[in-house]
């Protein structure tokens, strides 16, 4: 049996107001060769029984349990369990235009490790667009110093990765981290031979309330600040090692 050409990552926990949107965006596509990896973690609404009902219904839909995973370790066991030859995120909250694939797979030729679509912001009723400037296949230190003018940089949602050079580098999220994609994108950028961007905006970010990145809990944020200083020390000695410096936009 030949791979399917996208194997989407869908970390879950306590989203069920948002799933339903999230999980028909990836029955919708336009494009069809794909599979869906679901980690869902033990959750204290209804969104097993979403996630259970999506999988029983569409045989492209496959679900893992882990207890009390996190989002990083959520992530690392999906990409442990994908098969296609593309590997994207998509956080259980969000949700891909109907296109998105389809979109990617016209751009993707093969020899591309990671490719960078956009994202527009989701408040409510208000759609943000953030359209960026493209560019052509490039290294991926070359590719950072036009992806820092992003509005997202690190997310790692927004890429699409060539799933052979993804588990032959070994990348995983920091494990037990808030903000996990800070201390791996920039190292998969960088470690990448081929990178490209297109102004195809696929990826609805939803601005929900009490969600990692939007609360207000003090100890969260705390405890936010603390998991980058450590990625980013992570991050400068990896840096180092591939390119002699500490910073890939020097």
Not at 94 to 105: F, G, I, T
Not at 146 to 168: A, G, L, P, V
């Amino acid at each position: 049996m030949s791979k399917k050409k996208f194997s989407i990552v869908v970390p879950v926990y306590n989203v069920e107001k948002y799933l339903t949107k999230c999980l028909e965006s990836l029955v919708n596509q336009t494009c069809k060769d794909y599979e869906v990896i679901i980690v869902c973690d033990k959750c204290n609404d209804n969104s097993e029984d979403i996630v259970d009902n999506f999988v029983k219904l569409h045989s492209r839909f496959k679900k893992i349990y882990a207890e009390h995973t996190g989002l990083s370790k959520a992530r690392n066991l999906g990409v442990d369990a994908t098969s296609g030859q593309y590997i994207l995120f998509l956080d259980g909250d969000d949700y891909l235009n109907r296109d998105c694939l389809e979109k990617l797979s016209e751009e993707l030729n093969g020899e591309l490790e990671v490719l960078r679509f956009q994202v527009q912001e989701v408040q409510g009723n208000d759609v943000i667009p953030y359209t960026e400037v493209p560019f052509e296949t490039m290294t991926g230190c070359e590719a950072f110093h036009q992806i820092i003018r992003y509005h997202f940089i690190e997310n790692s949602w927004c890429y699409c990765y060539k799933t052979d050079f993804f588990k032959r580098e070994k990348f995983k999220f920091m494990e037990n981290c808030i903000a996990e994609d800070y201390g791996l994108t920039p190292l998969i950028i960088a470690k990448a031979e081929r990178v490209k961007s297109i102004s195809y905006i696929g990826y609805n970010y939803v601005q929900r309330e009490n969600s990692l990145m939007n609360n207000n809990d003090y100890s969260k944020r705390i405890k936010k600040m603390e998991d980058m200083l450590k990625q980013a020390s992570f991050l400068k000695k990896e840096l180092v090692g591939i390119t002699g410096t500490e910073n890939i936009i020097a």
